[in-house]
Structure formats: structure tokens, C-alpha cells
């Protein structure tokens, strides 16, 4: 699939030079930089006007078949595909990156607050805010400048959306909560529903413990479909600068979140658990309440984190262990069967040289 | 609970004689043929006019307290309860389902659009579809005969809605995505949300890579409630003919799932991995990306597939093994504790031996 | 963060005194009996006029430090921190809980249906209900007194929603579903939608087993934001008075769970299984389909039980097992790849003796 500027963007679509757009990358380029670029597509797909990016030298070969006009390669690729402009590149990715974005903008909707929306009298609306249909916008609530609500989106009381953060359809931003600039909530995500905390009474049953504080998401955060985080009890739960978050993500109440850490989907936090900078979590991993994950920890897919972990750990299992050693132990657990009953065997065969022994 | 037709399908309901039914179905039947069928329920609750079916033999003696008035069962079932009118089926639990759709037709609102929704006047509507109460429906986008919108949902520009096809209450369907004929989505899924991609810069931080491909979901799939379905970055992400998708399930970018496939509750596929057709999956399973999973593979609930999987391939646990591997595996793995203490033991006893042979 | 009545429960700020506060929890206290109380706070954020509670002895210390005016303590606490005043409770956490409650309301909208919202003409609101923004409620629903519909909510035909309920934005309440009284549904939740049902036919296609069935939630549950509770092929889904259900939780068709059972976070239960009453389930744990869990079972995060499990059974792991025997069993895991390679050694070491032995 190709994405030509004129398609999506939708905005004055333009040409640009394989020159131009070297030009623009500050890389150097080989072969014709007079052909024109019109978008960028996947290396299989591309045709005439396209730009591709080759990330993975092990694709090299596909560049020969490759439709598109011009590649963003390596710094030191040596081959010379006939008929293809090269872009070289120290970080092809990265450029190929900084290149899409002159191609594809995200959709956005116009500014402005649509007619059918309901808006508390007292909330704030910056007038280049864009507010799509159906929005509820609460008492006091605020949304700032070149913020962008899709429709049917929920803002409860109080809450802050930043400047150009994005919330898209279905979004329920509760009471109180305050959200960074440029912030991206995909559809369906739910911020600030209360946390889960009960104690039983003498006749066990679960009494609520008033969820009285609030969440807040920093800056350049993003927050995948019908992810979930919840309030604190008292304080705040909060997400720091740059972190991402994929799809049906838990967090939950008073849980921190450092800066540039990866959650992938399905993962789980929970109650009042810290993780530090940058750490990765593969997905459906779950967290323990009450632990602190160290800067850069690396968190294998699936794991069960069943206590601290100090910086730069690596685990993997549940409960976790220490990567390596869960490797070679779970290389080793199919040999288990075997070895009960090689032990049996053996066992006896020791007994029988006892039993010799003693006779001699 | 007993589901009488008058009650669910609103639309004439009339009555159908037990040998009518037979006749219908293309069965035979013994027992009083005349009785008249007005609903069905399962053994236990039955009352009469009520039609019930019997798949499992063990629950056989349960037909003669059943206050059902016909019962399906298998061709070559013998008994024969009193006053129960018998219907005999080879796929007893299909012809039953035959039955069922006489009685009851799920919930669906009348044709025409909701006054209160929100159509872009380049959006195209069928004219017998039926749009609820907020809907909102973005530029060119297209809704096609016969598709039911419930009130409530999110279309964005330039995604199709395929005929017959029902989207439920708060799904949002997002740019240019795709979904074929006879799709059912249930409330709250999110079809299109943003790809999980990002490249790390010279600073640590995560710069998003475009996600500017689409989805297509072909016909007749169905897809559970708060499900989410990522865009392709370049391509498309794909859900092939047929396939049925449970609750909460994560299908990341660039995921190809072939025909008739099963994703039970909590699953996760990660990107740009693809299942080839007839595979199942359990639930909370887990698939690394880039892996390729071959047709009719079955994966037990709660695995962790990392890696590539041959068709017909059986696996379990995390990382996955072989089923019959992880079975004895885990029957041992009780047994480990006693072996390392026992093995201990053993290991003294040949050193005893050993000094002793030395002496010799 | 402190949480001041004047902020958060807006109706008719009030002050308490510290002695009047123990007269309302009928504790004894010590210290200065006319401090007036403002609001409620962690230990660590409290200031002048909030209350705080000691919960946990180990940080006693920091009531020295601590800004509150007031504190609930163990009725055995015998330190004096200068200056705060002490109100002694056989249950501090629970006494607190109710003072809470004195300074903090949730939020909730005013009486009366938004004019906005679309109402069936046969559905029944009562007087006094809370009805927000852009609500859809169907033919024949029910809104019983004191029920609060925050903006944006789905209530499809002939459902019930109990006196007192409050269903919070996003909320899908399906067709014909029962919600007791006192419940409360976070953000984003889906009950009723159509359980995950299909029987194979001759050429490998799923053929959809009718969902006709209904949803039943009893009194006094709490239900998390973007969890799902699929409705019955036949009979009822069941979730009995005073169970509370965490976030992105998965209950199939026809299960049945028991009074004041706790479900953490991404917690599956499949299809027709029964949970007793009192059971625990930690978060991302998976239940087989069929099976019945007896009261009071407590089943460890993450755990894949597959099989019935007796009253009063402690579990994890996948499969389960009783918990000590996991403990042991993983405590030994890393311990098994260095076992293999030590009883090849062992065997060796026996071969040799038994060679010496026969030539003796």
C-alpha cells in the first residue's frame, strides 16, 4: 500500500526531489536526485514516486525489485540497484521517518467546538482547540490550545487536557485528571476510573476505600485503545515524560511510571508499584503491588514480577528470573520426565553395588 | 430460562409443530408430532412448547425430567422419554441451532438514520441501513445495505462498512479502515487504533514511527467486545473470512490472521506476525511478532508461542512446548524439589562407594 | 495531596472537630479534642486540618513528621507524637474509611435526564434519576430511583438498571441485562454482549450458537473500566451481591460467581464455570471453562487453573498447583539445568564402580 500525500494529508500536496528531500535529511545521495517523490511505501508494495527505507541489510536483494523511485539505506551500503535514487543515512529509520512526515500528517478534524457538543458553562475551551461531536466537557474542566478531541469523547470535571494532545473517540478522561501536552489517547482508553481497594468488614464483605486522588499523564505521553488507569486512593497515579503505553494496558491506583518507559499490550501494574526510567515491558507481562523496578529493567513477554528489581535487570518467567538463568532452565525442563526416571534406575543400580559391597 | 419467540423476535411470532420442525430440519422424528413449539431452553429449565437438545450422552437421563416438549438428539439415540417428541439429527447441536434461529433473532433497531447522528455529507449511507441515535460518521466514508449501527458509534473518514454488518454501541472504526459483509463487532472494539511503533533517537527517547497503513476485515468475522485491531505502519493489517475473535483480545500491526480461525478471551498477537487458517487459539495466549503460525496450529490457553510454528503444530506453556512435552514436563516439575534432596543423598552414597572401592 | 471537603464534595462545607470525629466513630482519643478537621490525606502530603491513619505500625515514625492535625491509630498505640491528636480504633483502616466519607463524596451530576439524551418512549425513568449527556436508553429499560447515567451511555432495550446503580461514560448495558441495586460500572465496561459460542460444520466454518441468554449482576457489586460480562447462550450469566471486579476482567457465558468474590485486574473466567463465595482471584488469572471453584479459594496472579479446585484450595502456576508445592517446585527450577549435567557426571561415576565390580 503506497500513502500519497495528496490521499491522506489532504493538505496543499506537494512533489519533492529525491535531491530535496536529501537535502532536507542533511544525507548525501547517489544515482538521479531529479526524480520526484509524491510518497513512501513498504519495500514489496512500492511503486513509481515512492520513497522506501531499507532497515534490515538481510532485504538488500528486495531493493532490486523494488517499484519505488528512491531508498533511504545505510551510511556504508555498497550495492547500486539500477533506476533507484539512494539516500544514505547514519539511522535510516530516523530519516525515513523525518521523510514520511513531509508525505502523511495523522487526521486531524477542523478546529473549533462542534455545534452538538455539551459544554459545561464554567469549563475552558482554547478557542483553537478542536472539539469533535458529542464531546461532554465538565464543570471547570479545561482543554488548551490546538488540542484535539474526536467525537464522542468523555471529560469529566476538573480534568486538563493539554496543549495538542489528542484524544480520540470513546476516550473517558475522569474527575480531576491532568493530561500533558501532546499526549495521544487512542479510542476507548479510560483515565482516572477509580482504583481497586477494599477491606473486609468482621462479616467479609469488601468495604470500598474512598478513591479521593487523581492521575496525571506528562508530556509526550502516549496511551493505547482501551487501556486503563486508575486514580489513586490519595495521591496521584502518574505517567512520566515520553512514555508509552500500548493497547488493554492496566495500571492501576497510585502506580509510577518514569520517563521513556515501553508498556506493551496486555501488561499489568499494579497498586502503588514504581518503575523507573526507561524501563521496557514486553507484553501481557504483570507487576506486583508495592515494588520498585529499577531504571532500564527489561521485562520479558509474560512475565510474573514478583518482587523489586534493581536497574538494568533482565527477567523473564513467572515468578521471574533472571533471564538467563530462565533460559537454561527452561531448556532443561523437558528433560525432567526423563531424568525421574534415569534417577530411578541409577538408584537402583547403586543399590545393587551396596548390596555388593556388603558382601565382600 | 426459557426464550419464547414472541418475546425476543418481536416480529409475528408464530408456532411450529414438532413434525413441521423435523420436517424443516430434514430429520426424522418419533413421539407425538403435533405438539406445538413456541421457544427453546436448555434441559433443566424447559417448560412446555419449549424445543431443547441433547449433545452430551452423559446428561441423557436428564430427558426424562426435562419439561421441554421436543428434544434433538443424535441419530442413533435409543431411549425414548415419555411425552417427549424426538428429533434425530447427525449434528444434533446444528439442527438445533436451525431450530433456534426460527425462534429468536438477535436485538436489531429499525432501518433510516437516527435524527441526532452525525453524518459528513460526503459520507454515503445505503439507504436500508439503519444508523442509531450519535452516531457520527466521518467524510466518505461508506455504509453499506443492510449494515446496523447501534447508537453511539464512532466511524472515521473514509472506512467502509461492508452490507449486513452490525457494529455495536462505543466501537470506533478509524480511518480508512475496511470491514467486509456480514461482520459483527461488539461494544467498545477499536478497528484501526494506532500501530505499536516507535525507534529510539541518540537520546533515549521513542520517536513514533507512522502508522499510515489500514485494516480489512473480510466477511463474515466476528469480533468481541473491547477487542482492539492496530493499522498497519505501511500495509494493511488483515482478518481473513470467517474468523471469530473473543472479548479483549490485542491484534497489533501488520498481524495477518487467515480463514476461520478462533482467538479465545485475553489473547495477543504481536506485529507483523501471521496465522495461517483453522488456527486456534486459547485463551491469554500469547505470540511473539515476525512469527509465522502454520494452518489448524493449536495453542493452549495461556502459552507463550516465541517462535514459528509448523501447521497442525500442538503447544503449550510459556516459552511453548510440544503439548505432550509440556504435559509430562509438568507433571514432573512437582517431583523436582524431592529429586535435587534425593540426588543429594544418592551422590554420598556412591562417594561411600567409591572410598571404599579405593580402599579395596 | 490533601482532599478538602470544600473541594471535592462541594455541598455544604462543613468543619468537624477532632473529638467530635472520635464521638462519631465512637473511638477514644488523646490530645487536643477542639482541632478542626478540614479534610483527609497521606502520611507523607498531610497538612493542617487533614486526618490521616496509621494502618501499618511500621511507619509509625512517620506521625512525627507528619503535617495532619488528627490521626487514627490501633487502639493499642502507645506513642505520643506532639502535637496530633490520636483517635484509637480496633480497626483503624475501617474507622478512617468512614471519616473519609464525612469530608469526600464522589462525584455525581444532578438529578433529571439531559435533554439531549434519546429516551425510548416505553422505557421508565425514575423521578429522581440521574441521566447525562447523549444517554441512549431503549424500549421497555428500566432506570430505577437514584440510578445516575453519566454522559454517553448505552442502555439497550428491556434492561434493568437497579435503584442507586451508577453506570459511569461509555457503559454498554445489552439487551434485556439485570443490574441490581448500589452497583457501580466504571468507564468503558460491556455487559451482555454476545458470549463466544460456535460449533464447527462439515467444511470447517464456525457456525454462530445463538446468544439468547441474559446477565444478572446482584446487588452491591463494583464492575472496572472496560471489563466485559458475556451474556448466556440459554440460561443467565451470574454475579452475585457484593463481588467486586477489577479493570479489563473477562467473565464468559454462563459463568456464575459467587458473593463478595474479589477478580483482580485481566482475570478470565471461562465459559459455564462456577467461583463459590469468597473466592480470590489475583490479576491475569485464567479459569478454565466447566469447572466449579469452591468458596473461599484463593488463586495466586497469573495462575491458569484447569480443573475444579475444592473450598478453601490456595493455587498458582499453569497448570495450577497447590501453593507451597509451586513455591518448591520454582524454587528448584534453576537449580534443574546444573542437575542434568551433575547426574551425567553421577552415572559415569557408577558405570565405573560397576565395572570395577564385576571384575573384582
Not at 67 to 75: D, F, L, M, N, R
Not at 154 to 180: D, F, M, N, W
Not at 182 to 200: E, L, M, S
Not at 312 to 321: E, F, K, Q, R, T
Request: hydrophobic share 40%; proline share 5%; charged share 20%.
Amino acid at each position: 500500500m503506497s500513502v500519497k500525500m495528496s490521499k491522506k494529508a489532504k493538505s496543499d500536496p506537494t512533489e519533492i526531489t529525491a535531491s530535496g528531500l536529501a537535502d532536507y535529511l542533511g544525507c548525501p545521495h547517489s544515482g538521479e536526485g531529479g526524480v520526484k517523490l509524491t510518497g513512501f511505501a513498504g519495500l514489496e508494495t512500492a511503486g513509481p514516486g515512492d520513497l522506501v527505507c531499507l532497515v534490515n541489510l538481510r532485504l538488500a536483494e528486495k531493493l532490486d525489485k523494488t517499484g519505488a523511485s528512491a531508498a533511504v539505506v545505510p551510511a556504508d551500503f555498497s550495492l547500486k540497484p539500477e533506476g533507484l535514487t539512494l539516500i544514505y543515512s547514519d539511522n535510516p529509520h530516523l530519516s525515513f521517518i523525518k521523510a514520511v512526515s513531509l508525505f502523511f500528517a495523522p487526521l486531524r478534524p477542523p478546529v473549533g467546538v462542534h455545534p452538538t457538543s455539551v459544554i459545561s458553562p464554567t469549563a475552558k475551551i482554547a478557542p483553537n482547540a478542536s472539539v469533535g461531536a458529542f464531546c461532554c466537557i465538565g464543570d471547570e474542566a479545561e482543554i488548551s490550545e490546538g488540542a484535539v478531541l474526536f467525537p464522542l469523547v468523555s471529560v469529566y470535571p476538573l480534568a486538563k487536557i493539554g496543549a495538542q494532545t489528542v484524544l480520540h473517540s470513546h476516550v473517558s478522561i475522569r474527575e480531576g485528571v491532568e493530561i500533558g501536552r501532546r499526549v495521544t489517547i487512542h479510542n476507548g482508553a479510560v483515565i482516572g476510573a477509580d482504583g481497586f481497594g477494599y477491606i473486609q468488614d468482621s462479616e467479609g464483605r469488601h468495604i470500598k476505600i474512598p478513591q479521593a486522588g487523581g492521575v496525571i499523564i506528562e508530556d509526550d505521553v502516549e496511551i493505547g485503545a482501551n487501556t486503563t488507569i486508575d486514580r489513586a486512593a490519595l495521591e496521584r497515579t502518574v505517567i512520566r515524560q515520553g512514555t508509552k503505553i500500548d493497547n488493554l494496558v492496566m495500571i492501576a491506583h497510585n502506580v509510577s511510571i518514569g520517563r521513556h518507559v515501553i508498556l506493551a499490550a496486555q501488561s499489568g501494574v499494579a497498586g502503588s508499584t514504581r518503575l523507573g526510567d526507561r524501563v521496557f515491558l514486553g507484553g501481557q507481562v504483570g507487576i506486583v503491588d508495592h515494588a520498585d523496578i529499577g531504571d532500564g529493567a527489561m521485562i520479558n513477554a509474560k512475565s510474573g514480577v514478583t518482587k523489586s528489581l534493581p536497574p538494568g535487570a533482565m527477567v523473564s518467567g513467572n515468578p521471574h528470573l533472571e533471564i538467563h538463568t530462565w533460559r537454561k532452565a527452561h531448556r532443561s525442563l523437558p528433560k525432567l520426565y526423563d531424568l525421574l526416571k534415569e534417577f530411578n534406575r541409577l538408584k537402583k543400580r547403586v543399590e545393587e553395588l551396596e548390596a555388593k559391597a556388603s558382601k565382600d
